[in-house]
């Protein structure tokens, strides 16, 4: 049986900068896969090329044995691959519930529909995906007023719309206090046990990757160095030498943006 | 040979004023983010200025020290109307900016009408620099060859102020990325205006250094301002040595085409413009744009909800009285009504596509003009029935903003604002000089409704047509294609990665505003019964621009409450001798008081009223 | 809440604006409406204006027009068709008019003539050149006092046929007014002179002229004589570039209205001498009614007259005469007063034909020179505009609607 996503050789190169250099592995179905890597070691460039943003220079992406690889990213998200935003993504002029809506209605493919009010539409799937996150109390306020962890959770629900094969998440616990990230992560991975949803995330917090991952994924400059279990991450030397000498570093930072949320 | 040589030397001579105005311009552009409409203001009051200190400064000295002061005074002007009129509305949704200067604009007409008088005044011949050097044979005026010499000085000034001063470090900074300037500790407002009294300073010294090759005359502000936009859009916003290349380009390139081509004069320009921007939509030397920069600066707007049950009992009261107009008030009223709402509902449109869309046009007209082209055209050459030509307006109109979408929405922001310009102009200056076809400027006369439609029929056709236009807009603005077209807008990645296709939406919403607009101009052109190139000029595309912006970008009724507001005043104030001044006051006044716009402004004061409320639309 | 209140606030105004309209009196003024672009245009304008106001002073000395006093109303159009047909409807209606007048741009002329049509109102074009008022989209109800492009490019194609050079070249804006213009000279001039050649056509844009490069391209083209429509800002440019370059050195140039105040007094100086013109010297009448005009002009407004004053003079006459001659102010009554009214104006005798609508004040022919600093037309002579229309036929023809 084909994994559901394949990335073989997958590179892009910026002149003479390699940001993913000859990357290959594999996502098999309902599995959490967690990539990690300091910063600058092509987490966001494999991203923004698996969700059609960013055209790889060589390789192929296949998901479930189809050739994705130079799709536009609504058709990559048609074929049932969502995705969460490090910087959080939602639309600050909707109310909670309706950025789940206008997702619903992409996925019913009413968005250039110009007879119904949009108001009622979908109305109570968004409600239910928003249960599931946890923000169902807060479906009428204005997006633009809530809280960093909850625009992660809305986010997330948006993510959620269509019923998701594959879900990418960026950075899923950036910003957000450490209780928060545990809760969101558990979530994350119900969701993904409930649903046979497979997960690929990048994330800083270890603890986050360490309890929830399956499998870890490291990058280092542009090239895959590691792969396995998380308890054999761990014990890799070549890992802990290039990579978490550095995520100390990291942890500041994240540390910082965990004091301005409140 | 000599011919052309002196021709590329009248070129190059031309270039020197319009690069000078242009690099201003551009500047003003880079550091501030300002669409300067009062920029052509500022070049006719240089050539004023100039032409004054001309009159009291006496030999080469005087005439060279008046240019030099003219700058000066000009741009010291500039820095005064910075810091009163735009100072405390940087805060506003961008692009607000220009609807302070366009009251500057208005302002500054009256003003030199007043201090100078009507009458064209001449310019002072340079002193020792009267008469021609022949080369190759051929006449070259001294002044010419002077010109040539101080363009390349202002442009090495201005190179060496940017490229070796802690002045240049900051407007670079600024130019590439506003926030670094909040970062770099500098005193943003002092920059703001030390670039804004320096551009302007420079828009006065090109009106002052042509005044030997022509003078100072009350129409020059608006001459100056369609070749300047054209300059700075094909050299890059924000580019020095993009407007000076381009500045030479164009002026040599109309030479050329003076001679070669003489009745190319209007069109060849945009046409050069539009070809330039398809191969570059970010001009010669331009950087891109960043998504979303324009558009959706200072607060998210409310989220929108359907009109409830008082405010619905209301609305239709009130369209009931409108729609009963002609049984109680005479028939003026109902000419001016009329006009009212045919431009409430361009206005509209227009405000769908930015409100909803974050589409910023600066060419609208086009389809407003366009619709109404479409109508007269179907009616002089086809004999088409008024019922016919009217639907058919917002067809042909739909079909040129599809087309002219297209290629626009390959760019965004302030590109996709000019390209849409570019294409306006082109089209105009097509109209213009068709004469054969469109009868040129004498336009197309008597298109009169037919027998049926009686003055009340088709008031109330009118009357019908608009609500129902905009009430249409209105509910698109509530229905999934809305949310859907807001989606894009507030956050294009998202929408993107939740299946929308961001550009055939926006493109959708470009053709829908577009063809509002045509029906607009379908029924404006049987009001009028006749129609001019004048309603596809880039005036009346600023004209709805600051119209909807007037009204509140940011809600759903800026557009027609502004229009109403707009042509109502309008209508009241050229009444009197000195209306431009107090239009443009006016305007000021409501830009300064109500940065959110009429309805936002209202909006904003009914919330506070009632403590607690989150404001709703 | 409050958007209502504002809606409702917006309508009330709005209905305040316009509320009812004032009813006629007897013994009260005859009104008469104005439309023209004071703003856009003052420098042309204003002069006609004080013209108007001069004529309207005088008649109402005279005990007015049917014994009740006549009143102009002046509005600014913002030089816009659509603004001026706005303001023609509220004229009509609301401001009581008998009748309009006003107008300098050729489009709105058309835009208002159109109208008048509609409404069966009548509309005097004063200033308005277009051939098209009169001709192609003439209608009965649309009158014209100046005369057209035609007949001023016919008075010059006229003095040009006498001179001996062959080849021209023309310089004229890139829009209506200057392709009529050069047409109608072309029409003439070569019905005159077969043998003249057209070696080059420059079309600088209105209010965008390149001088320099026009300039170069006319002295490229070598002609004998050049014709001239550029006017405003465009023409003195073009005048100081062609004199700085020497193109207009052993050649004749026609300048067509280039004799007007409006249009030599701002070249001061650097007026051009020896273009042959057609325009208005106020300077040099020495008795009868236009020196008499020109000092009844001076003394009231402390300035001198332009060619509008007296055209401003002139409608204001027409109008009082048509009204006179209607016996009432019905539409109707009027549109056939004026129809062969023969009026008296310092020009002379003029009549409104009956076949076209259009008036036979001439226009005065001259060669321009300096004097004292100031451009000035001199061995100038007064043209009939009666002389310089087409036969019957021909105006038939050109008048479709009829």
Redo the contacts between chains.
């Keep these: 049986m084909t994994a559901l996503l394949d990335i073989r050789g997958l590179s892009r190169h910026f002149g003479a900068l390699r940001a993913v250099d000859d990357v290959s592995f594999a996502v098999a179905r309902g599995e959490i896969v967690a990539l990690i890597g300091p910063n600058g070691a092509g987490k966001s460039t494999c991203f923004s090329m698996l ?1 059609g ?1 960013l055209r790889p220079t060589g390789g192929q992406i296949l998901l479930d044995g189809q050739d994705i690889t130079r799709w ?3 058709r990559i ?2 074929a049932g691959v ?2 969460t ?1 490090q910087i959080t ?7 909670v519930v ?1 950025n789940v ?3 619903l ?3 019913h493919r ?10 009622g ?1 979908y109305r109570d799937r968004a409600m239910e995906l928003l249960a599931t996150v946890g923000m169902a109390e807060q479906a009428a306020r ?1 997006a ?1 007023v809530l809280a960093y962890g909850d625009l992660k959770r809305l ?1 997330l629900a ?2 959620l ?2 019923d998701p094969r594959l879900l990418l998440m960026d950075e899923p616990t950036a910003g957000m206090a450490p209780a928060e990230r545990a809760a969101l992560m558990t979530l994350v991975s119900d969701i993904a046990r409930d649903r046979g949803t497979a997960i690929l995330f990048t994330e800083h917090d270890m603890d986050a990757v360490f309890a929830h991952a399956e499998r870890i994924l490291v990058l280092d400059r542009g090239r895959l160095i590691a792969e396995g279990p998380p308890a054999a991450i761990q014990a890799d030397r070549s890992v802990q030498e290039v990579y978490l000498g550095s995520a100390l570093e990291d942890a500041a930072p994240a540390a910082a943006q965990r004091e301005e949320t409140p | 040979m000599g ?1 052309i040589l ?2 590329l030397l ?2 190059l ?2 270039a020197g004023a319009l690069f000078m105005v242009a690099s201003g311009l551009s500047l003003i552009f880079g550091v501030t983010r300002i669409v300067n409409f009062a920029h052509g203001s500022f070049y006719m009051l240089g050539a004023y200025v100039g032409y004054s200190l001309m009159q009291v400064l006496p030999g080469a000295v005087g005439f060279w020290g008046a240019i030099l002061l003219a700058g000066l005074v000009v741009g010291a002007i500039g820095a005064l109307v910075e810091m009163i009129v735009l100072r405390p509305v940087y805060a506003a949704p961008e692009l607000f900016q220009l609807v302070a200067t366009f009251g500057v604009v208005l302002v500054v ?2 003003l030199a ?1 007043m201090i100078w008088g ?5 310019g002072p ?1 340079a002193p020792g620099l ?3 050097v022949r080369i190759m044979g ?2 070259v ?1 001294q002044y ?1 060859l002077a010109l040539i010499a101080i363009t390349p000085g202002v442009a090495l000034l201005l190179w060496l102020l940017i490229a070796r001063t802690r002045l240049g470090i900051l407007v670079r900074a600024a130019t590439q990325d506003r926030e670094m300037v909040g970062a770099l500790g500098v005193n943003q407002r002092w920059l703001f205006t030390g670039i804004f009294g320096l551009g302007c300073a420079l828009a006065g010294l090109g009106g002052a250094l042509q005044l ?4 100072a ?4 502000d608006f ?1 100056i301002l369609a ?1 300047v936009f054209v300059v700075v859009v094909i050299g890059g916003m924000g580019s020095l040595p993009g407007a000076l290349i381009a500045s030479v380009l164009i002026s040599v390139l ?2 050329f085409g ?2 070669y081509l ?2 190319s ?2 069109v060849l320009t945009y046409v050069v413009m539009v070809a330039v921007l398809l191969w570059r939509p970010f001009g010669l030397l331009g950087r891109e744009e960043v998504a979303g920069e324009i558009g959706q600066v200072g ?5 929108i ?2 009109a409830g049950g ?2 619905v009992a ?2 239709v009261a ?1 369209l009931a ?2 729609a009963a ?1 002609p049984l109680y ?5 109902r ?3 009329t ?2 709402l045919i431009f409430c509902l361009f206005a509209a449109s227009l405000h769908f596509l930015l409100g909803q869309g974050g589409l910023v046009s600066f060419g609208h007209a086009a389809f407003f003009g366009g619709g109404a082209y479409v109508a007269a055209l179907l009616v002089r050459y086809a004999d088409t029935p008024m019922a016919l030509s009217i639907l058919m307006a917002p067809l042909g109109a739909g079909l040129l903003a599809l087309g002219i979408g297209a290629v626009s929405l390959r760019a965004s922001g302030v590109y996709f604002a000019m390209l849409t310009l570019a294409f306006g102009q082109l089209l105009w200056s097509l109209v ?2 068709w ?1 054969a076809v469109t ?5 197309i ?2 298109v ?1 409704p037919a027998a049926w439609a009686t003055p009340d029929v088709f008031y109330w056709l009118t009357f019908a047509v608009s609500v129902g236009g905009i009430l249409v807009l209105r ?2 603005a ?7 077209l ?2 894009a807008r ?2 294009p ?9 961001t550009r055939r ?1 926006q493109l ?1 919403a470009f053709t829908f505003a577009g063809a509002m607009a045509g029906l607009a101009g379908g029924l ?1 052109v049987y ?4 129609i ?1 190139p ?2 596809l000029e880039i005036a009346r595309s600023f004209e709805a621009l600051i119209v909807v912006f007037l009204g509140g970008v940011k809600t759903l ?1 800026g557009g027609w ?1 502004g229009g ?2 707009f042509t ?1 005043l309008e ?2 104030l ?2 009197f ?1 000195y ?2 001044l107090a239009l443009g006051l006016t305007i000021l006044a409501v830009v300064l008081v109500f940065p959110d716009g009429l ?1 936002g402004g ?2 904003r ?2 919330a506070r009223r009632r403590p607690g409320g ?1 404001p709703d ?1 | ?4 209140s ?3 606030g ?2 009330a ?3 305040a ?5 004032a009813a006629a009196q007897d013994g009260a003024p005859i009104r008469i409406g104005e439309i023209n672009h ?3 245009l ?2 042309f304008a ?1 002069p006609y204006r004080k013209g108007i106001e001069m004529a309207v002073e005088e008649i109402n000395a005279d005990g007015g027009v049917l014994g009740r006093p006549l009143e102009f109303v002046f ?4 030089g ?4 001026a ?3 023609a ?2 004229l009509m ?2 401001e009581d008019t008998a009748m309009i007048t006003g107008s300098i741009l ?2 709105v002329g ?2 208002i ?3 008048a ?2 409404r069966e109102f009548v509309y005097l074009a004063a200033e308005p050149l ?1 051939d ?1 008022v009169t001709w192609s ?1 003439g209608n009965p109800w649309t009158f014209r006092l100046r005369p057209s492009t035609y007949m001023q490019a016919a008075m010059l194609a006229e003095q040009a046929a006498q001179d001996d050079a062959v080849t021209y070249a023309t310089i004229a804006p ?3 007014y200057g ?1 009529d213009a050069v047409a109608a000279f072309k029409e003439v001039l070569t019905e005159l002179k077969p043998e003249v050649e057209f070696v ?6 209105l ?2 002229i ?5 300039v ?2 006319l002295e ?1 083209a070598k002609p004998d004589a050049i014709y001239n429509v550029t006017f ?2 465009d023409l ?2 073009f005048v ?2 062609g004199t ?3 193109l207009f050195e052993d050649r004749t140039v026609y300048g067509l209205l280039s004799g007007e105040p409006e249009y030599l ?4 100086a ?1 007026a051009p001498e020896g273009w042959i013109v057609t325009g208005y010297p106020w300077y040099d009448f020495e008795d009868g009614p236009n020196a008499a005009f020109v000092e009844a002009f001076e003394a009231r407004w402390n300035e001198t007259p332009k060619n509008g004053s007296h055209v401003g003079y002139a409608t204001a006459l027409s109008i009082a005469a048509a009204i006179e001659k209607a016996g009432s102010t019905d539409s109707d009554a009027i549109r056939q007063a004026f129809e062969g009214l023969e009026v008296e104006i310092p020009a002379g005798t003029i009549t409104y034909r009956e076949i076209d609508n259009q008036a036979t004040l001439g226009a005065w022919v001259g060669t321009t020179a300096l004097r004292d600093g100031e451009g000035v037309m001199v061995d100038w002579e007064y043209k009939d505009g009666a002389d310089f229309l087409p036969d019957d036929d021909t105006v038939r023809e050109l008048r479709p609607s009829e």
């Design positions: 969700m943003e536009p990213t609504r998200w048609r969502g995705r935003f993504a939602t639309y600050p002029s909707m109310r309706e809506q206008v997702a209605m992409s996925h009413r968005s250039f529909a110009l007879v119904p009010r949009a108001r539409l204005p633009a986010d948006m993510a719309a269509h | 011919l002196a021709q009248t070129g001579a031309n007409q009256d009408l009507p009458t064209d005044l001449l011949r009267g008469s021609v051929e006449p005026p010419d030997p090759k022509g003078g005359d009350l129409l020059m001459t070749q109309n030479v003076v001679t003489p009745q004069t209007l607060r998210p707007e409310a989220p909800a359907p008082l405010r209301l609305t009130a009285a409108l107009l008030a005479g028939p003026f009223a000419v001016l009504a006009d009212i213009y000089q004469g009868g040129g400027d004498d336009g006369v008597g009169w509910h698109a509530h229905a999934p294609f809305g949310y859907s807001r989606a507030d956050a990645r998202r929408a993107a990665a939740t299946g929308l296709d939406l959708a404006f009001s009028k019964g006749s001019f004048d309603e009724s409450v109403a507001v109502g209508d009241l050229t009444r001798d209306w431009r309805v209202l909006r004061l009914s989150e639309e | 809440m409050h958007r209502n504002l809606l409702a917006l309508v105004t709005t209905l604006a316009i509320a009812v309209p004071y703003k856009r003052p420098a204003e509005r600014d159009d913002q816009e068709p659509g603004e047909i706005r303001i409807q509220e209606t609301r050729s489009n058309l835009a003539s159109s109208l049509a509609n277009a098209a989209q890139n829009y209506a392709k080059a056509e420059q079309w600088p844009a209010f965008g390149d001088a320099g490069a026009e170069q391209a490229r405003g800002p003195a440019k100081r570039e700085t370059r020497g007094e701002p070249l001061g650097e």
